[in-house]
């Protein structure tokens, strides 16, 4: 409960312009511990950095709320152009998009936007042997989000696009079981964004208990399972589950945010695990700063100081 109020209280504050421009002229510096840089070319040398690691690479251009079909058509090439410029580098391009960056919800041709740029980006994976990932957004999103998602896995197949659940729904559960026919790589989270308890629970309790029973599901189902999380307490369990059923550790994957828990990513890593680090870059990293600001007090608080030092 109290994390539920934690975070609509800095959403709420950060949702508000002052506050906005006063982070954005002073918070790059702050955003730089989340957001690997502004261009692809920063994005590419992090994924350098952490292979010296072991750790793999999903590149996630930042851009919400675009709002005309040309806007999202032009975030759909920059994407592409990031392919494009991370298999140049000698990189297996492993991106994460949302659809309504690239304009789900907008008809045009006849056709859903998101659905059209998706399939693009999704093809331009296919000929690099790479693979895209659908981020899953707010609740409203999710129906067809997973309609989508479906569609494109009969065109492409499974090797080449995932998509993402997120334990605080009361959904979810029944979602995935939806999907097993698919034998899909999905990757399961808590979920990020300000839901009303009509659709996700308020007690953190059950949205833990939610994500263990969901990554066990998967992982019974004999599906791939991007484990994306920092809970320790919930990789531990997932490691002693995958041991005690005999599930082999290149059936799963522990993904994490860029800048988050990097001793606990290069442990795993060193230990044999399969570990992906999400590296966000991009010009409009401010929702994206909100929303780990918003995951953790200890977060705030890295910013409040850093901007009374001004
Ligand atoms: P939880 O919030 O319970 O935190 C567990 C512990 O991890 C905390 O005690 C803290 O120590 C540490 N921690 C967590 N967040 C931290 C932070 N920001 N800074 C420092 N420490 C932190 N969501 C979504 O709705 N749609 C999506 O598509 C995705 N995609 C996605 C990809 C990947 C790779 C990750 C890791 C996460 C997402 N998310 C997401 C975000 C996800 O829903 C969730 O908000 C965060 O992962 C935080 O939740 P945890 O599972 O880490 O647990």
Redesign the pocket.
């Known amino acids: 409960m109290i994390?539920q109020m934690y975070r609509k209280a800095v959403l709420t504050v950060a949702g508000q312009k002052a506050i906005e421009n006063a982070v954005r002229a002073r918070g790059w510096g702050m955003a730089q511990r989340?957001v690997a840089g502004e261009t692809p070319q920063t994005a590419i040398q992090a994924v350098h950095d952490l292979k010296k690691d072991g750790i793999m690479a999903?590149l996630d251009l930042l851009g919400e709320f675009i709002e005309s079909p040309a806007q999202c058509t032009q975030f759909a090439d920059n994407v592409i152009t990031m392919q494009g410029a991370a298999h140049a580098a000698g990189i297996t391009p492993y991106v994460?998009i949302?659809l309504s960056s690239v304009g789900q919800g907008k008809t045009v041709d006849g056709e859903d936007l998101g659905l059209t740029n998706a399939r693009r980006i999704i093809r331009r994976a296919r000929e690099y042997g790479g693979f895209v990932?659908l981020?899953?957004?707010d609740h409203p999103r999710v129906d067809q989000t997973l309609a989508q998602f479906r569609t494109l896995h009969g065109e492409f197949g499974g090797q080449h696009v995932g998509t993402?659940l997120?334990s605080?729904l009361y959904r979810t559960e029944k979602d995935r079981a939806s999907l097993d026919d698919l034998s899909p790589n999905l990757?399961i989270?808590?979920?990020?964004?300000l839901e009303p308890e009509t659709v996700a629970y308020p007690q953190?309790a059950d949205?833990?208990a939610a994500?263990r029973r969901l990554v066990y599901a998967h992982m019974q189902a004999g599906n791939y399972v991007?484990v994306?999380?920092?809970?320790?307490s919930?990789i531990h369990d997932v490691q002693m589950y995958a041991l005690a059923h005999g599930i082999s550790k290149d059936a799963f994957e522990f993904?994490?945010?860029y800048g988050?828990?990097r001793d606990l990513q290069r442990n795993l890593a060193a230990a044999g695990y399969r570990v992906?680090?999400?590296i966000p870059y991009g010009r409009d990293w401010y929702p994206y700063f909100s929303?780990?600001?918003a995951?953790?007090p200890?977060?705030a608080m890295f910013v409040l100081r850093g901007m009374l030092k001004g």
Not at 189 to 193: E, T
Not at 228 to 232: G, S
């Open positions: 994390d989340f999903n994460s949302k990932c981020d899953m957004e993402v997120q605080y990757r989270v808590k979920g990020a964004y953190k949205v833990d994500y991007n994306a999380t920092h809970d320790e919930i993904q994490m945010l988050i828990r992906r680090a999400y929303r780990r600001i995951e953790t200890r977060n």
